[in-house]
């Protein structure tokens, strides 16, 4: 038998194996708890940290969603209005919701995040300010407006994951502050000595292409949202388009420091190394917002036509022959909705002499078409070359511009009461449209034709003044002789229409008959208005795609703001000047003539005596309704980790 020490020591040892396994099984049993303990917080802190990112993401999207809202109320010449709720809890409770563009508003998105937003103004508002050195458009007066926008995402639950914060600055820069300002490829290649005195900017890509023989000086920032180009767009040689191209490198207009762009002797290059100009050649920026062409057509809800002193319309019946059916001219006055004003239409004819004749009578409207006899008919030999069945003659409504001031001023009624000193738009604005089978096809003969606009004041004894004279047409626009020359009674002015002519002082109708271009001398002319033209895209298309299709694919660029129709020679080699003060905008290409800029046998140029219109600098100077784009500073951006509203 095993003594009983034996058999207790084995004893002794089955226990302590028990009593170990029982400790090893509870330790593991613990380490298994905590790991999920450890497990079960590990999902529930990537789950938080999944649905903080989702609520901040939907609580930035709220501030990107207001914000452009914001943007699209200046595109409309509109300010925002209304009032803001004090917090969050009132947008939650309903205590105070807030109005218009400032009021509490929900977006829900498609993770089941939503974001609440509203918008505060600053007390401030508006206020003139100058855009600093150092940033993008430096040294341009803007308008500029400050507000903060306070958003929260919540999760499906209501509960506030992310509250942020975003003060910003809307600046409202106006577009005739540049001396060229495009929003598609800007072409520049003058054949003379040109001097941009004032900013350049391009939302596409620019070609510096100066003629040889000739020079271009760029005093002010150049701004380019794509590619800068040394040389042409239409061909890539540089062969006759080699002459100089000059930036300063100080933003001091007054006294420019001239660096040249590298030369361009063999083929078209680009510009990627513009340290040499210190910030005067900026690349590579953000496009702006401009406002759609859109905005100016006639019969519509858009801003120019609504928002006109005066609307005149050349009516047409449905084969494009001038209906006479409520005027002896075609002309007539009309409301918003198109409606004619028999009254007024009558006055205007009736009451009021002027310069533009039809027939034996004198009116100060009138028309112009190809059943007239020759030298009472117009033709324009750029689109006759391309389009001699549909241009062989234009429609045109003509417009005695001093002629017509004076008329208001006897009979305010045709202004609907408003009389010349008017400043709800900071003075007047004209639209004058073409009401025809053609109005919206895209190669149409109709025409505008304003004359005798050398002042834009009445010449009536006494008259109120002027106080600025915009004229907006969606089809052409032709210019006859000088207008709003810089003297004494120079008032802001603007012209804005699909495309632009320049007609001389020396200019007759019987000149139409002339088809030697030779035989129809152009004479001095001076033009001082802002004008909003549209551009042939050369190519056809914006960007690489547009290149390289040969010299009469070639849109005219810049220097084809004004066409021309005349031979601008006087003997064998002496060539009068156009001279041009103000400032170059297009909005994209025409829409009513498709013709390109050559070949160039109808018109030979004038020395182009171009200057930007200092006086634009000054926001009180610039024409009525002057368009603008609008840009968006971010000035702080600010988390919020209070947490209040709902589902706190």
Known sequence: MMDDKYLNCRKNEKGLALLTVMFLLVLMGGIFSA???????????????????????????????????????????????????????????????????????????????????????DATNPRTTVIPPGETFAGLSAIEYRYNVTSVGRNSAGSNEAILDLTFQSRKVPLFQFMVFFDEDLEIFNGAVMTLNGPVHTNGDFYAATQDGGTTNYTGQVSVAGNLYRGMKSVSSCSGYSGPSRVSDTPDTSSPNYVSLPSCSGSRFEITDVEDWNDNIDLEIEAVTVPFPES?????????????????????????????????????????????????????????????????????????????????????????????????????????????????????????????????????????????????????????????????????????????????????????????????????????????????????????????????????????????????????????????????????????????????????????????KGSMVSLGAPRKSNTTWGPFTYYSAPNRDWSFEERFNDPENLPPMTPVFIYLRQELFVRDYTIEGAGS
């Not at 802001?492 to 020396?506: C, F, R």
């Open 35 to 121: 790991y999920l303990v450890i497990t079960r917080n590990e999902l529930k802190l990537v789950k938080s940290s999944r649905d903080s990112l989702s609520g901040f993401n939907a609580a930035e999207a709220g501030l990107n969603i207001r914000a452009e809202e914001l943007r699209g109320v200046f595109l409309d010449f509109a300010q925002p209005e209304g009032s803001s709720p004090s917090s969050l809890s009132d947008c939650d409770e309903g205590t105070n919701l807030g109005t218009d563009d400032y009021q509490c508003r929900t977006y829900n998105f498609g993770n089941s995040h939503s974001a609440t937003t509203y918008v505060s103004e």
């Open 296 to 580: 100016m057509d006639s019969f519509s809800d858009g801003e120019y036509w609504q928002r006109a002193d005066l609307r005149i319309v050349l009516r047409l019946d449905g084969s494009g022959n001038i209906d006479r059916s409520n005027s002896p001219t075609g002309v007539e006055i009309v409301d918003t909705a198109g409606n004619t004003d028999t009254t007024e239409t009558n006055r205007l004819h009736n009451d009021c002499t002027g310069l533009v004749s039809e027939g034996g009578s004198n009116y100060v409207v009138g028309s112009r078409d190809s059943s007239d006899s020759p030298g009472n008919r117009l033709r324009l030999y750029r689109e006759y070359q391309h389009y001699s069945g549909t241009n062989n003659y234009q429609t045109t409504l003509e417009v005695d511009v001093q002629g017509l001031l004076n008329c208001i001023d006897d009979h305010s009624s045709i202004m609907d009461g408003k009389t010349l000193d008017d400043d709800t738009q900071d003075g007047l604005v004209f639209f004058f449209a073409i009401d025809g089978p053609l109005s919206s096809s895209s190669q149409n003969n109709y025409s505008v034709r304003l004359r005798n606009g050398a002042t834009l004041q009445s010449s009536n004894f006494g008259a109120p003044e002027v106080e600025g004279l915009t004229v907006v047409t969606d089809q052409g626009l032709i210019v006859w002789g000088d207008y709003n020359r810089d003297t004494a009674d120079w008032v802001p002015a603007a012209l804005m229409a699909d495309t632009t002519w320049l007609l001389s002082n020396d200019w007759d109708d019987i000149d139409s008959e002339e088809t030697n271009a030779y035989d129809r001398d152009g004479s001095a002319t001076e033009v001082s208005a802002a004008v909003l033209s549209g551009i042939r895209r050369t190519g056809g298309i914006n960007g690489e795609g547009g290149q390289d299709f040969g010299a009469d694919s070639n849109g005219g660029g810049a220097i084809n703001v004004f066409r021309f129709n005349e031979w601008f020679r006087v003997g064998s080699s002496s060539i009068p000047d156009f001279t041009y």
